[in-house]
């Protein structure tokens, strides 16, 4: 009986080991670094080309999924609640995460907000279409600040310094750097664009989410088929007529789609004004999950599309 119960001892220890070694080993197991959350993918290839392997970077809202729209879960909750820093992107960008973000803020979560470090852009008179959505009002925030490497450049600048004060982590050599290579970007999306006549470096996107590239790289925002800084907002009759009159009028060459844009509305449009249809990528990183790559790609779809 003894010896059984010996053997069976032995057997469930090993079988424990065995599932032990077969799962994947967490991020945060043991490593004695820092952790930090990222709400949002694109903001984190950033943060992840700063601090690189001096702590962990996590991400909230998976990559590809609809910031606008996403809410995190009962893991991703605490992930946030334990984290030694939060990064957000903030003007509501995370709106399905907001009660989220501010109940760990109320419990002392340190946070680094994104958007607290750039000229923030609002929605301008003339732009998208006057539709009575709050969202649309002149004067919104807009919170698509990535659209600008030199906003993305100011972020590096400032997060740097609460690295070394709030965690202890010294990037100041990865900073300047990553400052330069952001300033790199910058030019070569303005060589891109550069080829484009100005007359047609004009804009009609799913949603309203390129203001900062537009104001960056001097293009006109002629409308939006969602019009609103967000993909939540309805769609009316009377706005899609208005923005098919304003393709007309402003003889726009292309109308790009983007997550959350509606396939069918966007056909309808395409093929009502003769406006060919093309699909961007604005909301999440590509396959190698760089920034670099995201803008350059992102430049060269928009000036291939307006040629
Ligand atoms: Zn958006």
Redesign the pocket.
């Known amino acids: 009986m003894k010896i059984k119960f010996a053997l069976l001892s032995v057997l469930v220890v090993l079988l424990l080991v065995a599932t032990l070694a077969c799962q994947p080993s967490t991020e945060t197991s043991n490593t004695g670094k820092k952790s930090i959350v990222v709400t949002y993918s694109i903001l984190s290839s950033i943060v992840k080309d700063l601090v690189g392997d001096k702590a962990n970077v996590t991400v909230s809202i998976p990559n590809g999924l609809d910031?606008?729209e996403w809410e995190p879960s009962a893991k991703d909750i605490e992930a946030i609640n334990k984290a030694d820093l939060v990064i957000e992107n903030g003007l509501v960008l995370e709106g399905g995460m907001e009660k989220t973000l501010q109940t760990a803020r109320d419990k002392g979560v340190k946070f680094f907000t994104a958007s607290d470090h750039i000229a923030v852009r609002h929605v301008g008179t003339g732009e998208g279409i006057p539709s009575g959505d709050p969202d649309q009002a002149v004067g919104a925030e807009d919170p698509?600040l990535w659209m600008d490497p030199l906003d993305m450049k100011s972020i590096v600048s400032a997060l740097a310094p609460v690295l070394l004060k709030d965690l202890n982590l010294d990037v100041t050599g990865q900073a300047t750097d990553l400052e330069n290579k952001l300033d790199s970007l910058n030019s070569e999306v303005a060589n891109t664009v550069a080829q484009l006549p100005q007359a047609d470096r004009k804009l009609v996107t799913g949603?309203e989410?390129m203001g900062y590239f537009a104001q960056r790289y001097g293009f006109k925002l002629v409308g939006a088929i969602i019009p609103s800084?967000?993909?939540q907002a309805e769609v009316s009759a009377a706005d899609l007529a208005a923005l098919k009159k304003l393709i007309q009028d402003n003889q726009v060459k292309a109308i790009f789609t983007e997550l959350g844009t509606s396939p069918v509305v966007a056909k309808a449009i395409g093929d009502e004004t003769g406006v060919k249809v093309i699909e961007i990528t604005?909301?999440q990183l590509p396959a190698d999950g760089s920034y670099f790559t995201f803008m350059t790609d992102l430049a060269n779809v928009i000036s291939s599309a307006l040629k």
């Open positions: 910031p606008h698509h949603h989410s800084i967000s993909t604005t909301h």
